[in-house]
């Protein structure tokens, strides 16, 4: 069974910076593409970036220059480095695995303040 586990939630203010980590167990994680997702009060939930098996990367347009994707396969770990943070940034963020099979964590919650 797969498992999913996202930590680096929190309440921060506007222009600071946040990391999040997902911990993936269960898959031999090098050959999984992988991703963040959001979902803001209200909203349906978003794609945040993706990156694959070999590394490359992608951004929705509201996180690029700002959000960094990346991968530690030794750790089986994806994480999102968050900078210049904006309240519109706050959401539910989740790891999701998108290759071989969708799996998803269970949400950690970022809060930014103006």
């Known amino acids: 069974q797969v498992q999913l586990v996202e930590s680096g939630g929190g309440l921060v203010q506007a222009g600071e910076s946040l990391r999040l980590s997902c911990v993936v167990s269960?898959?031999?994680?090098?050959?999984?593409?992988m991703a963040w997702y959001r979902r803001a009060p209200g909203k349906q939930r978003d794609l945040v970036a993706t990156?694959?098996?070999?590394?490359?990367?992608n951004y929705a347009d509201p996180v690029k220059d700002r959000f960094t994707i990346s991968r530690d396969n030794a750790k089986s770990t994806v994480f999102l480095q968050m900078n210049s943070l904006k309240p519109e940034d706050t959401a539910v963020y989740y790891c999701?695995?998108?290759?071989?099979?969708?799996?998803w964590g269970q949400g950690t919650q970022v809060t930014v303040s103006s």
């Open positions: 990156i694959t098996r070999g590394g490359s990367t």
């Open positions: 999701a695995r998108t290759y071989p099979l969708a799996d």
């Open positions: 269960g898959t031999i994680f090098r050959f999984n593409d």
